[in-house]
């Protein structure tokens, strides 16, 4: 085990619900300048981060869209166990970038006011 590992075995406990492991990657996303909207269901939660972004969670792992296969029509996932929210927010803030990248936000209308982020 790297000493990677062994902190956020130290910081997370292996069992808990999907409300508090989304908690915890939201926070952590959060201290890499990446903001989102947690959401908590039942059995299930999901944090909205950027157009074509949500990490579902279930209490015990995290998954996400990570692209498109194209030859069998459908989406590819990315996934990582939810006791380790600090190296999963690593991952996915890289599929952020290239989500802003590929998928800005548009121009604001002319005469619309505030900030559209």
Do not use: K, Q
């Amino acid at each position: 085990m790297s000493s990677d590992e062994g902190e956020s075995a130290r910081r997370y406990p292996r069992r808990l619900t999907a409300g508090t492991a989304v908690e915890w990657l939201r926070r952590e996303l959060e201290a890499l300048g990446i903001l989102g909207d947690a959401h908590h269901g039942d059995g299930v939660a999901l944090l909205s981060l950027w157009i074509d972004l949500v990490v579902w969670c279930d209490g015990h792992a995290y998954w996400w869209r990570a692209g498109w296969n194209a030859e069998r029509r459908c989406a590819v996932y990315a996934w990582h166990p939810a006791t380790e929210p600090d190296r999963a927010a690593r991952r996915i803030a890289f599929r952020y970038a290239e989500r802003r990248e590929t998928h800005p936000l548009p121009a604001p209308m002319p005469g619309t006011r505030g900030d559209p982020v």
